[in-house]
């Protein structure tokens, strides 16, 4: 197995015991915990460059601009983009929200539809369905195949005129299912639609360059990826940035302010209002810092075999259940199950006893849960600091868990 195990020692929160036990962390897909370069370069920053930005006639506020600008400039790098086209939102449910309103509020009208997959975050569904209300378009969803994937086949018979935006993630929060971004992307394509890429939890995993993937915007989280939690990023192609309306006004996004009218600041200020997460972005660039050095192929390869470790012995525990895809070159290494007829609520506060953290509920994916027809799941999710030892540790523990409720 590629061997990232000592890497641990970077995390000091790894280090910590709960309930009397090591801290096992399975809920990366929540949120990841953050190496000490991260934590080091936000207090650094707080310690000796602190000013706010983009105003500054003083050497801090020069500083702190370069900084900002600085990570700006990193965060695209990671992803093939370019800093111009690289705006810092609040995260993936702000970024996509930007899109929903500044974008779909002019540009959908009655009768156009929002094509979405069942597999869907909220942040992905809500903000259109709010739009859909406001200009008479609707959704509509693709499903899923028997094994978690979502299912193409149904394309045909939603993909006309009327598709304007099709929105989908990379990889599902709750299946770990991969989205299949070449079928979807051409079929945008094919008839004109924007195509919309929640990458939460697929830009933290694998290698993604925009200049690769077919898509007119993309948005993920910096807590998703060894970042600070309030920000993340909204990438887009130049034309439909330029295109887009702001959707928050203030200061930092103008470029002139009159009684009654004001102009915008050129992308990508103009869709940065009020002052930015400085810290955020200083500790958001030392994260991309990090994930380059030990290498995206070699995190990507790390969780395939971790996860392969996981399926196989998940599946010796009886009346166990995965919902997610078997093949792993189809997931990522978020692994939703139930596990007889325990609520994943009882499943979660088990492991807990143990040290395990692991998330339990709908995941903020009702129209998935109800689609599976559960309530809520468990979800173990890994990154690069996991490893098999603590599989190991889910396993014994959810053993337990059958012991407990007297099931033989
Ligand atoms: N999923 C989870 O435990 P924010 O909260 O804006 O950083 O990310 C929202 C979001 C959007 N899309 C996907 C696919 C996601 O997984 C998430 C966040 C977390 O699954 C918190 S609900």
């Known amino acids: 197995m590629s061997d990232l195990r000592s890497l641990r020692a970077d995390f000091p929160i790894l280090s910590r015991e709960v309930n009397g036990h090591k801290l096992v962390y399975l809920d990366s897909a929540a949120t990841t915990q953050k190496p000490v370069s991260v934590l080091d370069a936000m207090d650094r920053y707080y310690r000796n460059s602190n000013a706010n930005v983009h105003r500054g006639a003083h050497t801090l506020s020069n500083e702190a601009t370069e900084m900002y600008e600085g990570a700006r400039v990193k965060v695209a790098s990671f992803i093939g983009a370019q800093a111009a086209q690289t705006v810092f939102t609040r995260g993936t449910t702000t970024a996509i929200n930007h899109i929903a309103y500044g974008w779909g509020l002019d540009h959908l009208g009655e009768g156009d539809r929002i094509l979405v997959t069942i597999a869907e975050h909220h942040a992905n569904l809500v903000p259109w369905q709010i739009i859909a209300r406001h200009t008479g378009a609707e959704l509509v969803y693709l499903e899923l195949t028997d094994d978690y994937t979502v299912d193409t086949s149904d394309l045909e018979a939603v993909l006309d005129e009327r598709v304007k935006v099709v929105a989908f993630s990379g990889m599902s929060n709750v299946t770990g299912a991969l989205g299949p971004i070449d079928v979807l992307g051409k079929a945008a394509r094919s008839v004109g639609a924007l195509i919309v890429l929640d990458a939460a939890q697929l830009v933290p995993h694998s290698p993604v360059d925009v200049t690769e993937v077919d898509v007119d915007f993309m948005a993920f989280s910096a807590h998703k990826m060894l970042g600070p939690t309030g920000i993340g990023a909204l990438w ?47 500790g958001f660039a030392a994260a991309v810092d990090y994930l380059t050095a030990v290498g995206m192929e070699n995190i990507a390869l790390h969780e395939q075999e971790l996860t392969t470790y996981a399926l196989e012995r998940l599946s010796e525990i009886p009346d166990l259940k995965v919902y997610g895809p078997k093949d792993v070159t189809h997931r990522g290494g978020t692994v939703s199950f139930e ?47 996991n490893v098999p030892e603590e599989v190991d540790l889910l396993v014994d523990s959810l053993m337990n868990a059958r012991r407990i409720f007297g099931i033989a």
């Open 236 to 282: 887009g192609k130049a034309e439909r940035l330029e295109e887009m309306e702001p959707t928050e006004g203030g200061g930092e996004m103008i470029n002139m302010v009159e009684r009654q009218t004001s102009t915008w600041a050129p992308v990508p200020h103009k869709f940065e209002a009020g002052t930015p997460p400085i810290a955020e972005a200083v």
């Open 339 to 385: 596990l007889a007829d325990i609520h994943p609520h009882d499943i979660a506060t088990i492991l807990d006893q143990d040290g395990i953290a692991v998330r339990a509920g709908h995941h903020c994916a009702r129209p998935l849960m109800k689609y599976l027809d559960v309530p809520a799941t468990a979800r173990a999710s890994f990154y690069l600091y």
